[in-house]
């Protein structure tokens, strides 16, 4: 596995450190969901941490990845990971190849 799919890859402790931090539940419309949703993407890098990672219901995902509705979801997604972690910075969410 290249080292940049592995980076942005979600482990199985991540999916349950974030599905425990998530409840279970679509931080967007509170239905259950899975913890996949990267946010910053892994096509733009985005690593497969907890930092990185909420859950999300399919419907949601699905607009957070394929609508009009990305950026308003992202912002919201984005303050509710500053309210978990202290010095949250999307800047340490990005696959660096040399860092």
Same mark, same amino acid.
């Given at each position: 596995?290249?080292?940049?799919?592995k980076a942005?890859?979600?482990?199985?402790?991540?999916?349950?450190?974030?599905?425990?931090?998530?409840?279970?539940? /679509?931080?967007? $419309? %509170? +239905?259950?969901? !899975?913890?996949?949703?990267?946010?910053?993407?892994?096509?733009?890098?985005?690593?497969?941490?907890?930092q990185n990672?909420?859950?999300? /219901?399919?419907? $949601? %995902? +699905?607009?957070? !990845?394929?609508?009009?509705?990305?950026?308003?979801?992202?912002?919201?997604?984005?303050?509710?990971?500053?309210?978990?972690?202290?010095?949250?910075?999307?800047?340490?969410?990005?696959?660096?190849?040399?860092?």
């Amino acid at each position: 596995m290249h080292k940049r799919t592995k980076a942005c890859s979600i482990s199985k402790q991540t999916k349950a450190k974030v599905y425990e931090r998530d409840d279970g539940l /679509c931080i967007f $419309c %509170h +239905r259950p969901g !899975d913890p996949v949703a990267h946010v910053i993407n892994r096509a733009h890098g985005g690593l497969g941490i907890e930092q990185n990672i909420v859950c999300a /219901c399919a419907e $949601c %995902h +699905r607009r957070l !990845d394929n609508t009009t509705s990305r950026q308003t979801m992202l912002e919201y997604a984005k303050r509710y990971l500053r309210g978990k972690y202290e010095g949250w910075n999307e800047d340490e969410l990005i696959y660096k190849k040399w860092g």
